[in-house]
């Protein structure tokens, strides 16, 4: 058997011990019985991507310049309130 290690509290998996495999895409994740009862959902396993619009093309955050993810950073989001608009 291979070891595997519980995705949330990090213990090895003994080879007689019930455990609830995850698969993710190709990744393997798993979770010990007791852990699995407490929360059968699998949390936190990836990164996520975010995307936006720069000169009209889409691409990840990820792969900008690191002056383009500092200028990302710091803009604000602003939420226009229903009712606000005369023509509304």
Known sequence: MEKYICHD????????????????????YTKCKACHQKDSVLRNFRQTEVYSRVVGYIRPVSQWNKGKQAEFGDRNEYVVEQGTCAAC
């Open 9 to 28: 509290c990090g213990k090895a998996i003994e080879n007689n011990e019930e455990y609830m495999p995850y698969k993710v895409g190709s990744e393997l």
